[in-house]
């Protein structure tokens, strides 16, 4: 079946950019019909949505990051990634990496990575 | 922005019992509200998509229903594995979900 895998960094100096990459295990990411997506979540707080992307390499963005946020695709190594921008302690959290089943709902997730903004 | 409430952040229940959920939603986003279950140190979960549609693998005992701004989560008989956080997405516009209601054993 279908796994993701975040990975990256753990630790990232202020200012700095943070980048992670998922890599899709089990199945292509170049199905059709799926979105690749990340979510953050700051610890004891609730999850935010960062940002999609499809094979096609379309992606899309959330307003409030949309300035310091890119993400990226490679199918032949099955894996997208994420790129933030000038990095602040607010952007401490777990981040998620998932597949878009339809509707921005999201069916598989990666376990997680904590990424702690730090100097 | 389309604002998601989730009232009350902390929900006590026992075994056995059935409980509902409630999810608000600032404007209408139609049935374009989704559901998760997080337990600690997990990534969420996909329990129900478009407001009632129940997820492959997910027990019967889970029922969403609701349109337009409010939507609620039914859980009935809860099993000791249902305790967590439960966590409604809405998707008619820029994703966000609510804050969360974390369901605890009384």
């Known amino acids: 079946q279908v796994q993701l895998q975040e990975s990256g960094p753990g630790l990232v100096k202020p200012s700095q950019t943070l980048s992670l990459t998922c890599t899709v295990s089990g199945g292509s990411i170049r199905s059709g019909t799926y979105y690749w997506t990340w979510i953050r979540q700051a610890a004891g707080k609730g999850l935010e949505w960062i940002g999609r992307i499809f094979s096609s390499g379309s992606a899309s963005y959330n307003p409030s990051l949309k300035s310091r946020v890119s993400i990226s695709i490679d199918t032949s190594k099955n894996q997208f990634s994420l790129m933030l921008s000038s990095v602040t302690a607010a952007d401490t959290a777990m981040y998620f990496c998932?597949?878009?089943?339809?509707?921005?709902?999201?069916?598989?997730w990666g376990q997680g990575i904590v990424v702690s903004v730090s100097s | 922005d389309i604002q998601v409430t989730q009232s009350p952040s902390s929900l006590s229940a026992s075994a056995g019992d059935s409980v509902t959920l409630p999810c608000r939603a600032s404007q209408n986003i139609h049935r374009y509200l989704h559901w998760y279950q997080q337990k600690p140190g997990k990534a969420p979960q996909l329990l129900i998509s478009?407001?009632?549609s129940l997820q492959s693998g997910v027990p019967s005992r889970f029922n969403g229903s609701g349109s337009g701004t409010d939507f609620t989560l039914t859980i009935s008989s809860l099993q000791p594995e249902d305790f967590a956080i439960y966590y409604c997405q809405q998707t008619y516009s820029t994703p966000s979900f609510g804050q969360g209601t974390k369901l605890e054993i009384k």
């Open positions: 998932a597949r878009d089943v339809a509707d921005d709902a999201y069916d598989i």
């Open positions: 478009t407001a009632s």
